[in-house]
């Protein structure tokens, strides 16, 4: 049998055929400019789903947010551990990123518990009370979208940005769809499409190309 055992040349071979089948589908598909072209890209290698050309959407200056709360050494939070194993620690460690994931957290499980609300909720008030700035990648939970948006109308959390791509059925599209129509840099996957492979896999392209 032959075929391809290189890892470096596994990648660069699918990204070449993402473009191949880009320019055959749709020819007239243009990227909006060359960074927002690698995180599609990179989307689309980690879920071979083209639907990302046309539902990831990037409001106000959010990738430049991205990369100057990563270059200042800020945090990191995600909402399941999932996405947080899928993000190129190494990379992030270099600027001195600290990168948490609290849903597992004995104190968000107490909090869920007395007051009811979620774990990826609870998480998201632990992460408020971390200096710094704070960078959110959530790939699974519509209630942590809805509880971050929350905090900031209430002056109760500061956000650089959100990568919010929930996946599933109960409030993931309506939570994204809020997350764009809020005043928080974002970027988002519109519809019920995400997950915490897509979430990690915008982060990595962002890291990548700095």
């Given at each position: 049998m032959?075929?391809?055992?290189?890892?470096?040349?596994?990648?660069?071979?699918?990204?070449?055929?993402?473009?191949?089948?880009?320019?055959?589908?749709?020819?007239?598909?243009?990227?909006?400019?060359?960074?927002?072209?690698?995180?599609?890209?990179?989307?689309?290698?980690?879920?071979?789903?083209?639907?990302?050309?046309?539902?990831?959407?990037?409001?106000?200056?959010?990738?430049?947010?991205?990369?100057?709360?990563?270059?200042?050494?800020?945090?990191?939070?995600?909402?399941?551990?999932?996405?947080?194993?899928?993000?190129?620690?190494?990379?992030?460690?270099?600027?001195?990123?600290?990168?948490?994931?609290?849903?597992?957290?004995?104190?968000?499980?107490?909090?869920?518990k007395?007051?009811?609300?979620?774990?990826?909720?609870?998480?998201?008030?632990?992460?408020?009370?971390?200096?710094?700035?704070?960078?959110?990648v959530?790939?699974?939970?519509?209630?942590?979208?809805?509880?971050?948006?929350?905090?900031?109308?209430?002056?109760?959390?500061?956000?650089?940005?959100v990568?919010?791509?929930?996946?599933?059925?109960?409030?993931?599209?309506?939570?994204?769809?809020?997350?764009?129509?809020?005043?928080?840099?974002?970027?988002?996957?519109?519809?019920?499409?995400?997950?915490?492979?897509?979430?990690?896999?915008?982060?990595?392209?962002?890291?990548?190309?700095?």
């Amino acid at each position: 049998m032959n075929y391809i055992k290189n890892p470096k040349a596994i990648e660069e071979k699918s990204f070449e055929m993402i473009q191949e089948i880009i320019t055959e589908t749709e020819p007239d598909y243009r990227f909006r400019n060359r960074d927002e072209e690698l995180i599609i890209k990179r989307v689309i290698h980690t879920s071979a789903d083209f639907e990302y050309l046309h539902t990831l959407v990037f409001k106000d200056d959010v990738i430049d947010r991205i990369r100057k709360t990563i270059r200042e050494g800020g945090h990191i939070f995600t909402d399941t551990n999932m996405a947080l194993s899928g993000i190129n620690k190494r990379a992030l460690q270099q600027y001195g990123c600290t990168y948490n994931c609290f849903v597992n957290d004995d104190r968000a499980a107490a909090i869920a518990k007395e007051t009811g609300i979620t774990r990826s909720m609870a998480a998201i008030q632990l992460a408020a009370q971390q200096e710094g700035p704070k960078l959110f990648v959530l790939g699974n939970a519509p209630t942590a979208a809805y509880k971050i948006m929350e905090m900031v109308e209430a002056g109760e959390l500061e956000v650089e940005a959100v990568i919010g791509v929930p996946v599933g059925f109960v409030g993931a599209a309506e939570s994204k769809e809020d997350l764009l129509q809020s005043g928080i840099p974002a970027i988002v996957a519109r519809g019920r499409k995400g997950g915490s492979n897509v979430a990690a896999a915008i982060v990595n392209a962002i890291l990548y190309s700095m």
